[in-house]
């Protein structure tokens, strides 16, 4: 089949993240599954297309750009505990800057947490696994395949903050700059530790698993 089925999953994971999203597809689709089931819908077309082009790039034509050696693994996975910890401190917390917040109208911006950090931590935990797996995957279809995921999750953030700021006005500018001005505190320091652990345990979980899903150890 040689590059037409990465083609074919790489233009379908294009199009399955930019038209559901688009306002007037978003809220067609919304009026009739509801709220829960676009999301529900959403995140699964999303994975399936994920583990598709991901498939994909591994059955590509193999064409070495740079050899592998075992130091890049241990960048990977030290990288990978960032992002782990990215995401169990962010995912369905207060966030109305970016995609994925829950409870919005609780956000405190005197006390951002990761927020202080970065408007969007999915996005910034997304280019941080993306920019990881470049560096032992050295083979055109992987560094296509990772380094358009870093970069579109890079170009993502500037899309969200105008999308963002389009639709909250004054708003937006009042919290960010109050974002901005705060420490990085979490309002409970006690729950920060247990995401950051559960993070942890999320780490564990995919460098055990990895093996299983993708075929390779990253343990060498």
Known sequence: MGWAEFIAAF???????????????KAWLVARAG??????????????????????AGRAPFVPL???????????????????????????????FSFGGARNER??????GIVRLTRHPLLLALALWALAHVLPN???AHVILFGSFAGFAIGGMW???RRKRRGMGAEWLRLDQARRQAGMRPRSWGM?????????????????????????????
Not at 35 to 56: E, N, P, Q
Request: aromatic letters at 10%; hydrophobic letters at 55%; proline letters at 7%.
């Open 11 to 25: 233009a379908a994971f294009f199009l399955s993240h930019t038209v559901p999203v688009r306002p007037k597809v």
């Open 35 to 56: 709220a829960g089931g676009f999301t529900l819908g959403y995140s699964i077309l999303s994975l399936a297309v994920l583990a598709w082009v991901i498939g994909a």
């Open 66 to 96: 740079w050899g592998w050696a075992a130091w890049q693994g241990h960048v990977t996975l030290a990288v990978m505990l960032g992002v782990c910890v990215i995401l169990g401190v962010s995912v369905g917390r207060p966030n109305p």
């Open 107 to 112: 956000f405190a911006p005197e006390r951002p």
């Open 138 to 140: 050295g083979d055109l």
């Open 159 to 161: 899309i969200v903050d």
């Open 192 to 220: 920060a530790c247990v995401r950051g652990l559960l993070g942890g345990l999320l780490y564990v979980g995919l460098v055990a698993a990895h093996p299983v899903l993708f075929g390779v150890s990253p343990l060498g």
